[in-house]
């Protein structure tokens, strides 16, 4: 499986529902459209198959108002019943799970094609469940726990694409404040439109239209 790590508003919903076209065959949405000022994706010159397969798509954002876990259960078991009717599948059993199970093997069955299975929005349901009087993190508390698990990762290479987007100008001062001290020993590279972020490199790279135009 891939999981899919970034903060909020970075397109993580619309690469799953990218990849769900994708994997439902539906070239055309890839194929260029000059008259509406659509060029084509990559991905035309390098698929040629263009299968379809069985896709379950999960959106967990329909939990952000549920309020018990009895109510998640409800919209989860409602998601995979939805599946059931599509498929065919009728033979009910309690365990979410094991029901979750039985649909994917009936679907592989029944017409010999792996399934797809993209969840979006994963951690919403979860987020008030861990404590009590748990709350969910605002945006730019989601992206300093970003920037911290990039920082603390082993890696020796690490790239930010604008990694202080949702702070404020006080949060954003304090990131750059330390981070001499947390790219020690780790080649960083740092994308951002902000000018402001350029007084923290060592080298900088100036792009327009997919050329470099300065670096320094």
């Known amino acids: 499986y891939v999981f899919l790590a970034r903060p909020r508003r970075f397109g993580k919903s619309l690469l799953c529902n990218t990849f769900k076209a994708y994997f439902q065959g539906q070239k055309e949405l890839f194929e260029a459209c000059p008259e509406q000022g659509r060029r084509g994706l990559k991905v035309m010159e ?73 969840i979006d929005e994963y951690d919403t349901p979860m987020m008030r469940y861990f404590e009590a009087d748990g709350a969910e993190l605002s945006i730019g508390q989601w992206q300093k726990l970003s920037i911290a698990r990039a920082f603390y990762s082993d890696s020796d290479i690490i790239i930010l694409d604008e990694p202080t987007a949702s702070l404020d100008a006080i949060a954003e001062q304090d990131i750059y404040n330390q981070f001499d001290r947390l790219r020690k020993d780790k080649t960083t590279i740092f994308v951002s439109h902000r000018l402001s972020s350029a007084t923290v490199a060592s080298k900088i790279v100036v792009l327009q239209n997919g050329q470099i135009i300065e670096e320094g």
């Open 46 to 118: 390098l698929e040629k198959e263009w299968k379809t397969y069985p896709v379950l798509h999960f959106d967990m954002s329909s939990m952000r108002n549920c309020t018990t876990l009895q109510d998640m259960r409800d919209v989860l078991e409602a998601m995979i019943e939805r599946y059931e009717k599509q498929y065919g599948t009728f033979k009910r059993i309690s365990d979410l799970g094991s029901r979750f199970d039985q649909l994917i093997r009936h679907i592989y069955d029944t017409q010999g094609l792996k399934v797809v299975v993209i």
